[in-house]
């Protein structure tokens, strides 16, 4: 029996991965007077008079809502948002199995970007967070940035930014195999959409070095027609010489390639005009080169998004952190600090006299790094002024 077919089993065996569970047995009369009626009419009355309690006195404090409009799951394309919720279920148990913060999942039947921003806004008072998910670019982009504009809760969308933090994380400790230097390097971004282009705008912020990034076309330049906003942004700030040409050309003399693209796009002839190459090839299920091949091609530090090879680059071991660190203090958003922060944190978790080239990135399945990345993101509200409690809700 293949992966698929037990998957589905155990799917109709447990017909849903999540339930919602009560704090408080019920089971007294008086029990039933102070969590519901007459009694809950205090803690109504408290909210009414102060809203920053109902981060007190109801789970808000840990409750994160995942939220998709079915347009990109996973790797199978726009397949509806009542398909889509076997992964925001999915999503929410690594919330709780991985971080003990509560997830819900929510499935919004539109890809208008003012009604999916409209019916996040009007539901986001009964949260500590929003977490997008498989939402299609280029529209992601716009739905992030009004709902960050509108809602005074930490808006995150995992897919662009959960995926950048652990890229980011990877290459920090892969430059130290390889000898890199930090701001020196040229890195090449194959897939130019949601992750690819938070990707590289990260490690921009990081001060890697030159990213070039790469879509269907070839490398993207500044001025190049037909650019997305998002794509037209980062034209801006990447390909510091204006090259142009195919993505063969933009790998010649590469440091690093990190694919968020399509199967089979690169050759181990293409790996082998690298330098030193860091192959980054996280197409799932199949890479844009498989390990093997691009070892062969002279690549020094390989990683894939798969858990059946060494290195899997993994956002498991962001987004779990990210969330229980910003809901601690109760953090008005995450910021470029945070993801950096939050980078560097998973990354300084393997010691360096324990790196090797099979060894960049920790497992998913370590359950150290949510707390260690929470506090990172909680120190840094902090600094940053942002954190609404100076008192952690959750212990850290």
Avoid: W
């Avoid at 992750?195 to 070039?212: D, H, P, R, V, Y």
């Amino acid at each position: 029996m293949d992966i698929n077919q037990e998957s589905l089993n155990l799917h109709y065996k447990l017909q849903g991965k999540i339930e919602v569970i009560s704090r408080k047995k019920i089971e007294t009369k008086e029990d039933l007077s102070l969590l519901y009626t007459p009694g809950v009419a205090q803690p109504c009355r408290e909210i009414a008079a102060d809203y920053n309690k109902s981060f007190e006195l109801t789970r808000r404090n840990n409750l994160v809502a995942v939220i998709t409009d079915g347009s990109a799951v996973l790797g199978l394309g726009d397949i509806g948002p009542a398909a889509g919720m076997p992964v925001m279920e999915g999503k929410c148990a690594l919330f709780k199995e991985f971080a003990d913060v509560d997830a819900f999942p929510i499935c919004i039947n539109s890809k208008d970007v003012d009604t999916i921003v409209q019916t996040i806004y009007l539901i986001s008072q009964s949260f500590g967070g929003i977490n997008l998910e498989d939402i299609a670019a280029p529209r992601c982009f716009e739905v992030e940035k009004r709902l960050k504009e509108l809602c005074d809760i930490p808006v995150f969308h995992d897919d662009q930014h959960g995926t950048a933090i652990v890229v980011a994380a990877a290459m920090l400790n892969a430059l130290k195999i390889t000898g890199n230097e930090m701001g020196q390097m040229r890195i090449v971004v194959n897939g130019a959409g949601a992750a690819g282009i938070a990707i590289g705008k990260l490690l921009i912020s990081m001060g890697f070095g030159n990213i070039i990034m790469c879509d269907i076309n070839g490398i993207i330049c500044e001025g190049d027609a037909g650019l997305n906003p998002g794509q037209e942004e980062i034209s801006h700030v990447s390909n510091r010489n204006k090259e142009h040409g195919s993505l063969a050309d933009a790998m010649k003399g590469a440091d690093a390639f990190v694919g968020v693209s399509r199967p089979g796009l690169v050759t181990k002839e293409m790996v082998g005009t690298m330098n030193k190459g860091i192959v980054f090839a996280m197409a799932n299920p199949v890479p844009e080169i498989m390990p093997e091949e691009a070892l062969k091609g002279g690549a020094a530090v390989v990683g894939t998004g798969r858990s059946d090879f060494p290195n899997q680059i993994n956002n498991v071991l962001v987004f779990p952190g990210i969330f229980k660190g910003a809901l601690s203090v109760r953090a008005r958003e995450i910021t470029e600090a945070m993801k950096r922060e939050a980078a560097y944190a998973i990354a300084k978790m393997i010691p360096e006299e324990e790196l090797r080239a099979d060894y960049i990135i920790p497992s998913p399945l370590n359950r150290q790094v949510a707390d260690v990345v929470a506090r990172a993101v909680a120190e840094t509200a902090k600094r940053e002024g942002i954190a609404r409690s100076a008192l952690s809700t959750i212990s850290l």
